[in-house]
């Protein structure tokens, strides 16, 4: 079983920065992909950013050169560091990890970011 926990969130204006934490706990493979997701009001849940166990990184268009995904598989962590955050980042974001065998998502349960203008 896995259980992953989100910290970080909160409310901040805009320009400012936030840094997200994943502490996943049970157990977790280092060759396990992980993510963030975020859900903005009125929007689908879209992918933020991701990571695979190598490294490689993949961001969406929106916050390319503001958000950087980070790892670290002693602790068995997810960051998402958020600079110059903007409105339209406000969302419940999501910690995820992708075991690819058997193929399953595990899923935190979400916390809260607010820009304000």
């Known amino acids: 079983q896995v259980q992953l926990v989100e910290s970080g969130g909160g409310l901040v204006q805009a320009g400012g920065s936030l840094r997200l934490s994943c502490a996943a706990s049970?157990?977790?493979?280092?060759?396990?992909?992980m993510g963030w997701y975020r859900q903005a009001p009125g929007k689908q849940r879209e992918l933020v950013a991701s990571?695979?166990?190598?490294?490689?990184?993949n961001y969406a268009d929106s916050v390319k050169g503001r958000f950087t995904i980070s790892r670290d598989n002693a602790k068995n962590a997810e960051y998402l560091q958020m600079n110059s955050l903007k409105p339209e980042d406000t969302g419940v974001y999501y910690c995820?990890?992708?075991?690819?065998?058997?193929?399953?998502?595990?899923w935190g349960q979400g916390t809260q970011v607010t820009v304000s203008s």
């Open positions: 995820n990890l992708e075991r690819r065998w058997p193929r399953r998502s595990f």
């Open positions: 049970g157990t977790i493979f280092s060759i396990d992909d």
């Open positions: 990571i695979t166990s190598d490294g490689r990184t």
